[in-house]
């Protein structure tokens, strides 16, 4: 099992910056990738980014070149920083950590944390 605590979330103006900080209960070393989703009120569940454990980060093109993606294994944490945020970012956003068992892929969930984008 895998346990994940976000942090960092709030109320921002349009422009303005936020960090999301994603806590693991244990080493990033053993999860394969780490990255971020959100979620808007009445929208499904959409990709962010991620940073893979050989390094590799990937973005959404919706916010290319405004988040960034990053992570210290010493404290088995990765963070999202945001900037130029847009009121289409508000969304709960949710920590996810994809583990290879030998069963397969299995997916961990934080239990997301609010960021609303407004003046």
């Known amino acids: 099992q895998v346990q994940l605590v976000e942090s960092g979330g709030g109320l921002v103006q349009p422009g303005g910056s936020l960090r999301l900080s994603c806590i693991a209960s244990t080493s990033i070393f053993t999860i394969r990738a780490m990255g971020w989703y959100r979620q808007a009120p009445g929208k499904q569940r959409e990709y962010v980014a991620v940073?893979?454990?050989?390094?590799?980060?990937n973005y959404a093109d919706s916010v290319k070149g405004r988040f960034t993606i990053s992570r210290d294994n010493a404290k088995n944490t990765v963070y999202l920083q945001m900037n130029s945020l847009k009121p289409e970012d508000t969304a709960v956003y949710y920590c996810?950590?994809?583990?290879?068992?030998?069963?397969?892929?299995?997916?961990?969930w934080g239990q997301g944390t609010q960021v609303t984008v407004s003046s």
């Open positions: 940073f893979t454990n050989s390094g590799n980060t």
């Open positions: 996810n950590a994809k583990r290879v068992l030998s069963s397969g892929v299995a997916d961990y």
